[in-house]
Structure formats: structure tokens, C-alpha cells
């Protein structure tokens, strides 16, 4: 099966350890729909600037969990390859609470605000600006991460791989649809995770990510579910402070 150079060549954003792995990935993609591939080459998708496998950065061999999302960001400045990890935000405080573009990203709006919940800083019943002021000014003189990046270091010193069950986002393409055809690829990546003597923990957000729960790739790895987090609900998810809440992500290391 051919796969398109310049799908190929993106593959240089990934860690050498995955290399192989993505190979075959692909190769199984366009076993499943030879068409699927060199249609994508010829699309206007997103991620741009070659990140469709900036997910596989981080090392294979320090992957403790796999995030997964729904899909890229619909904004070319925000879709980065990692799952909900917006590349238009960069200061995360505001004077007011959290920053414009963070409250932008739904998602990463929602994260956020979990995060405080289940450090004690927010209440559950009570997230809304007036209660973030305090919150915010605090963050900005103490200890705490600051930008976008610095919270995504913390994902990634945890051992996040940070993955979207569609890699890709098309105006004109529905995200369930890309899901589809990006489903060898993911079985081929979960595939070489379950075969690790202690498997890393599956982060499933949201329905199309849910799906991959039916694969038989997925049955050594330890699960995890819960809404997307573009949902106001899931901010109280029990399941997601148990998770995230002693990482300490807001913590400046």
C-alpha cells in the first residue's frame, strides 16, 4: 500500500521508539481504505505544520497513560497534534480568573477548573468568575504554572500521551468519520502498549473516544472514562479529580 510522502514525512515529530509502530499504523489504514490517504494528502486538514504525529513525541517507552480526545482543535492556531492542548493559549491567569483563550477552549476551560476543584481551590458549586478572582490572583504570585506549556510539561512528565481518536479535522468531514478511519492506526498503537509488561492506563473522553473501549487492543489496559470535557459536567467527575488531582498539574515544577 502506498502512503503519501507527505504524510510520511511528518512522521519526523515522532520519537525514533514509535517510528515502527506508526508504520504500521498507517500501513493498516490504508489496507482498511486504500483511497483514505492520498485523499487526506490532497485535503485542507488540520493539524498544519506537519504536527499530524506531534502526539508521538513523547518516547514510547514512558508512556504511563493515553489520553484520548475527540479531535483537533477546528482553528488552525489552536489544532497542535496533541489532544486538547490549544496552541493559541499561552498565559493561563488572567486579573479577572482564567484567560481569554483559555475560556475559549472549552475544554481546556473545563480541565482547568477541575484541576481546582479537586485541589480545594474552587467548589464545585461555585466556578464562575467571581470565585476565580481569588483563585487567579493567587496563582499568579505563587507556585503555580503560568502558561500553556508549563502544563503541558507536567502531562508529558507524567508519562501523557495525548492522542485524538481522529487526528485530523475537516470543515466538510464529520469528526465520528475521520474517527473511523483513523481506527487501524490507534489499534496498532494500542497493540504495542498492551504488550508492556505493566500497560498504561486508557484516559477516554468523550463518545467517539469511548468506542476504543470495544477493541480487543484494549483489554489489558487499565480504563478510564468520562465526558468530553467541552461538557460543564465534567468538572465534577469523581473518576477525573480521583486521576488528576495528586499529579499536582498546576504545580510549577
Known amino acids: ?66 489520553l484520548v480526545g475527540e479531535g483537533p482543535y477546528p482553528r488552525a492556531a489552536s489544532a497542535t497534534g496533541l489532544c ?20 475559549r477552549a472549552t475544554s481546556l476551560r473545563n480541565f482547568m477548573k477541575m484541576l481546582l476543584v479537586a485541589d ?35 502531562l508529558t512528565a507524567q508519562g501523557f500521551l495525548l492522542l485524538n481518536a481522529a487526528l485530523v479535522f475537516r470543515k466538510h468531514v464529520a469528526p465520528a468519520i475521520d474517527a473511523r478511519a483513523w481506527l487501524p492506526f490507534l489499534q496498532a498503537v494500542l497493540a ?21 473501549r470495544k477493541l480487543p487492543e484494549t483489554e489489558r489496559l487499565p480504563q478510564v472514562v468520562a465526558e468530553h470535557p467541552y461538557n460543564l459536567s465534567f468538572i465534577g467527575h469523581a473518576g477525573m479529580q480521583r486521576l488528576f488531582g495528586p499529579m499536582e498539574l498546576l504545580r510549577l515544577r
Open 1 to 66: 500500500m502506498t502512503i503519501p510522502a507527505s504524510i510520511l514525512q511528518q512522521l519526523d515529530l515522532a520519537d525514533p521508539s514509535w517510528r515502527p509502530h506508526l508504520l504500521r499504523g498507517l500501513q493498516a489504514v490504508a489496507q482498511a481504505d486504500p483511497a483514505y490517504l492520498p485523499a487526506l494528502a490532497e485535503d485542507d486538514y488540520l493539524p498544519t505544520e506537519g504536527r499530524l504525529f506531534a502526539a508521538f513525541a513523547q518516547p514510547l517507552e514512558r508512556v504511563r497513560y493515553v
Open 84 to 103: 486538547f492542548m490549544d496552541g493559541a493559549v499561552g498565559e493561563l491567569w488572567s486579573e479577572a480568573g482564567l484567560s481569554k483563550p483559555v475560556n
Open 120 to 154: 480545594g481551590q474552587l467548589r464545585l458549586d461555585d466556578t464562575g468568575g467571581a470565585a476565580m478572582a481569588p483563585v487567579a490572583a493567587a496563582s499568579r504570585s505563587n507556585g503555580s504554572i503560568q502558561t500553556l506549556a508549563q502544563l503541558q510539561d507536567n
Open 192 to 212: 504495542v502498549l498492551g504488550e508492556r509488561a505493566a500497560p498504561p492506563t486508557l484516559v477516554l473522553w468523550g463518545k467517539i473516544a469511548e468506542q476504543l
